[in-house]
């Protein structure tokens, strides 16, 4: 049976001319010469490229009209993998494995060259044998879906699939995570599950299995190491520290923020230290990690009509009439510095004021505290009603927004929520 | 004559009863006790509150009907200051430099307690002495507005200013400038004044030369020895590279974000090192350093149909239909990770392409290369048309996409000029 997923016209001509299929390794000459797996195709894709996977693990488009030469160096390995079920020891404690999708879900299937969920239990067993000697861990699979496909509507079902074992036999759940948008996600579960009992590790990697850089291996048994071991509850983002194996870091769910966009450790806790580092042989607690202590009373809502309107030279004012027009029932800004928006929106502000929405303050410089009592700028703001949101990373102000207003009946019930320190988004 | 500069209603009631004047050292009894200067208030504030200035720099609002007793310390000081105007050595290069407001160009004015720009030849000869052993410093004030205020219109002012200086006599140029839109500023002189053969140095300061801490003297002093010694062209942002008075940062004008709210060391260069390091004894070359050298050809023009769209989950895709609408002609993203955005806006990002929009892709990472071949989502948007813009960082993007615009005639130009590097904005 040939396979050509996801290739259409001229390229799949192309293929049939060539007789290949997906999962062939083969060897390309246009300008250069290139060597790799030939790769499946998407919906959006157009009918003129064939897509390889070279060693580097980075995929390359070619363009089929440039191809001078094409042949294959071996063909599809139809050869099943043999895969043994973890070895399961009574006396090790359980770990709930939840997979969402993203690099960390994902390995190339070399029979077929497709992307595919590398998830029951006997997958992961055949990928990081060493779990089987931390923890007997279940494995589910909840989404596969590239995290910057996960919207607000995922994070409640995410939310729910955790309450429902939170009194269970787990010691700990895992939440497999893409990188892209896990510091949102991060964020609306621990607003959603504040207070939660157990501890809940989001847990991504940079770069997928098959390349010799992956960090997917090292995040996922210290994620479970953390789990087994910590003895706390909440929420955690788990990923590199450094660009060395040393260390992980488990950075709070509120304060964490993806800073770079390929380096295994992008991930860093803001204004502060993560909240614990598993190292080789043993794992150090931030000392000046203190959970805040609520009772467990998860609130799985969200109200996703709320705006997030980042300041800059020359952004016209008038999209606060757009934003308040359309519903929306909270804005929150990042300013610049202290928290601070020019002059020219001062009227829309009031406007937004006047019709009862919901204004928050963030600064886009990412790091430090929104001060506006320092200069005219931010003490006019604060005169026209603009709340100011400490140092709340705007990512996490925004989540948090959606999480009161879903849990709010006014907007001033929603308010005295944004103001409290609800799982650490203030940390000073 | 009293001074009760922006005092109304209430609140200059309880001037008048009390007897005080903005200027006056008073000390304030509420539940606390405070003692600081009086200070005048603005168009926008209430007439609930006095606002003092504390020694520390910082200022305080206080509710008068929550204060119990208030008398002057001292009254407000007539005397004037005698300042001296600088030592003219005209064996020393000439420095022009041209305020544009900021808290570097304010000192308290302790007469009237109002915040004015300290930039007379004669002042500047009075707050920071060392500068007339290092050039001749004429001085220029441009506007007076805290930066959040400057626009776009404004950067033309300034590029204008600096172009009929370009074949003077002056060495190099000096803006003093607020931070919190000082990067947007550089970003937009980095273009217009590409190719620029002298130096031009944004200066700025996080603390006001009232405070003990300020970061402003020797800012200017590490700004007024690069511009005499640099022997380099091109636009700056010069400011504290580390939290001691050690040493001072001359960031490239294109790659400098500020990435703190308040401290001294808030600007960084991203994706790389400074250009420059002003030390105490010495200025250091970055050996990566090399100018592009372009003719110094400048296009002093900006337009601001450019919307910046950050992406985060729940962002409703229609904001594009209103995009488009409102008859903006290019889009820079702040997507996610390598430069993604969800699959819910393919549909509107699709249709935005058909309406002739530019659509440039920056991350909301800040740091690191947009990579759109590494992923299905990626290699989707650059089907519908999306242009990586490499490690461009987003603000940078978008005041390159207002200036291309401004510069182009069709949107094919526009295009040609994102992708050229003109001022080290793509740094690898």
């Known amino acids: 049976m040939s396979n050509h997923s996801g290739y259409k016209g001229k390229s799949l001509e192309f293929l049939e001319k060539h007789n290949l299929q997906v999962g062939n390794i083969v060897s390309v000459e ?49 050869k099943k993998e043999t895969m043994v079920q973890p070895h399961v020891d009574p006396k090790l404690p359980k770990i709930l494995l939840v997979s ?8 190339i299937d070399y029979r077929t060259g497709g992307v595919t969920p590398a998830l029951t239990a006997a997958e992961l067993n055949a990928t990081v044998p060493e779990l089987s000697k931390i923890a007997n861990i279940d494995t589910e699979v909840l989404f596969s879906e590239y995290s910057e496909n996960l919207l607000p509507e995922h994070w409640k079902i995410i939310a729910e699939k955790i309450n429902t074992h939170v009194k269970s036999e787990y010691r700990g759940i895992i939440i497999a995570h893409g990188t892209d948008t896990m510091q949102y996600t991060a ?72 800073n770079h966009t390929s380096k295994r450790n992008a991930f860093q806790t803001m204004g502060g230290s993560p909240a614990f580092i598993v190292k080789k042989d043993k794992i150090e607690k931030n000392p000046q990690f203190n959970v805040i202590k609520n009772d467990y009373i998860p609130k799985i809502n969200f109200d996703t009509h709320v705006a997030l ?41 009031g406007k937004a004021k006047k019709k009862g929405l919901f204004l928050g303050m963030t600064s886009q410089c990412i790091d430090g505290m929104v001060r506006m009592t320092v200069y005219e700028s931010g003490r006019d703001l604060l005169n026209l009603g603009m709340i100011p949101l400490g140092n709340m990373i705007p990512e996490t102000a925004l989540v948090k927004a959606m999480w009161a207003l879903g849990n709010s009946k006014t907007i001033e019930d929603m308010e005295k929520i944004m103001k409290e320190n609800i799982a650490m988004e203030f940390s000073d």
């Not at 969402?100 to 390995?107: D, E, M, R, V, Y």
């Not at 953390?226 to 660009?243: A, D, R």
Request: glycine share 10%; hydrophobic share 35%.
């Open 187 to 258: 964020a609306a579960l621990s607003f959603s599950l504040s207070g939660i009992p157990i501890p809940i590790a989001l847990v991504g990697s940079q770069r997928s299995s098959d390349r010799p850089s992956s960090d997917a291996a090292l995040n996922l048994i210290s994620a479970v190491r953390f789990l087994v071991e910590c003895n706390t509850g909440g929420i955690y983002v788990v990923m590199h520290n450094s660009t060395s194996d040393d260390d992980v870091a488990c950075h709070w769910g509120t304060r964490v923020r993806k």
């Open 309 to 349: 309107v980042k300041y800059y030279p020359g952004l016209d004012p008038k999209i606060l009439d757009h934003i308040i027009s359309s519903g929306y029932k909270a804005i929150i800004f990042e300013g610049t510095g202290l928290g601070h928006i020019g002059k020219v929106m001062y009227e829309y502000v």
């Open 100 to 107: 969402t999708g993203g690099t960390i879900a994902s390995k």
């Open 30 to 78: 246009t300008d250069s010469t290139y060597s790799g797996i030939l790769m499946p195709r998407y919906e959006y894709n157009d009918d003129k490229h064939i897509v390889l996977k070279l060693k580097s693990g980075y995929n390359i488009g070619l363009e089929i009209d440039k191809i001078k030469k094409i042949g294959i160096e071996s063909s599809v390995n139809t």
